[in-house]
Each structure stands twice: as C-alpha cells, then as structure tokens.
C-alpha cells in the first residue's frame, strides 16, 4: 500500500507577496514538494480576520465562535503533519497579520489547557515545524520576541519548532536575490521539514 502524502500548510506572514520573506518561503515550498509533500500555501493579507475579541465563546467546545476567514484556518492548522510559517520582523516581533492568526489560535490554548486540562509540556509534539524570518538591521536580540511568540504557537499546536531561518539586513523588496545562499539554505530546510515529519 502506496504510503501518503505528508500535507504541509505554508503561511505567509509578510504584508509584501513579493518581499524577502515571501521569497524565502516559496523556496521552502519548492523543497517540501520535491520531497514529495503536498504544500498548501495561504497568505494571511487575502484573508478577512478579526483579531480576537477575548469574548471566551470558546470555552464551550474549544472553537473560535467569530465566524471569518480563521475557520477554514483553523481546520488546515490542525489537519497538517507540517506546518512552515514565514514573518518578517516588526518591532522585534512577527507582522500584524501574522499576530493576528496566532491570537486567534487562543481558542486552541483554551481547548488544550483549559477544557481538556492536559498539563503543560507533557504533550508529544508529533508534528514538525519551520519558522523563517527576516529583519532589516543587525540588532543582537532582533528575533528573541518573534522567536518566543512562535514558539508558545506552535507548541498549543503540538508541533516541534525543528528549524528556525533568521536573517538579518534584508529590508527592500528583493534584497534577498543578492543572498542566493539563503534561498538554497530554505530550500533545504523545506525538504528536511518534509523527511523529518
């Protein structure tokens, strides 16, 4: 019996389709597919979501009840073996888009530790994870909030941060061309994401 595809969610954070960001994500697409994955690729800025409102209608079965785009989301999140997400840096964090889907996903933090009750770090994370990013200056500290965000996403979604990508000075659309290093270097990741899931 033929084995199935690993189903990979890519999601795009930036507020530019074609910035730095973007483009290092599309390469990680190109390698989760030539490692045979099926990728599905959402960008946030096309979706209609209301960041959460903290009306706790989902304390009654763990589901958002603010009816938008973050319910078909929501399903995609879950049904992934893999999940890929790209931001770029804004005030050493992720861009509004993508805070926007992570907040929503308190839904998920209620059903998990709330309804459930399962405590803390005793969940397998049996789902992989990559995370790519990219700020425009050199600061030290330039992706610790993002980084530390991420993580607490990923982990109410079980999933094992298992590679990060961070670069820094890339600001203009494009600079990332001039780094073709980086673009392998997500390729790569995007096929080992894939072989790792």
């Known amino acids: 019996m033929e084995e199935s595809r690993k189903k990979v969610l890519a999601v795009y954070g930036s507020p530019r389709r074609k910035g730095n960001t973007s483009l290092l994500l599309k390469q990680a697409v190109l390698g989760a597919r030539d490692a045979g994955a099926d990728v599905e690729e959402v960008v946030l800025r096309d979706l209609k979501i209301s960041p959460c409102l903290e009306i706790y209608g989902c304390m009654q079965n763990g589901r958002c009840v603010i009816k938008d785009d973050f319910q078909e989301l929501y399903d995609k999140l879950l049904a992934c073996d893999a999940l ?20 929503r996903c308190q839904s998920l933090w209620v059903k998990k530790y709330w309804i459930d009750k399962i405590p803390p770090g005793t969940t397998p994370l049996m789902k992989k994870g990559l ?17 530390l965000t991420v993580r607490y996403f990923f982990d109410v979604l079980n999933i094992d941060l298992a590679e ?28 080992n994401l894939v072989l790792s899931a």
Do not use: M
């Open 164 to 191: 990060v990508l961070l670069y820094r000075e890339l600001d203009f659309e494009g600079d990332v061309l001039k780094h073709p290093e980086y673009l392998e270097k997500a390729c790569a990741a995007g096929k």
């Open 131 to 147: 995370f790519i990013s990219v700020g425009a200056t050199r600061g030290k500290k330039l992706f610790d909030g993002a980084l």
């Open 84 to 103: 890929i997400l790209a931001s770029p840096i804004f005030f050493y964090s992720v861009s509004a888009h993508t805070k926007i889907l992570i907040d």
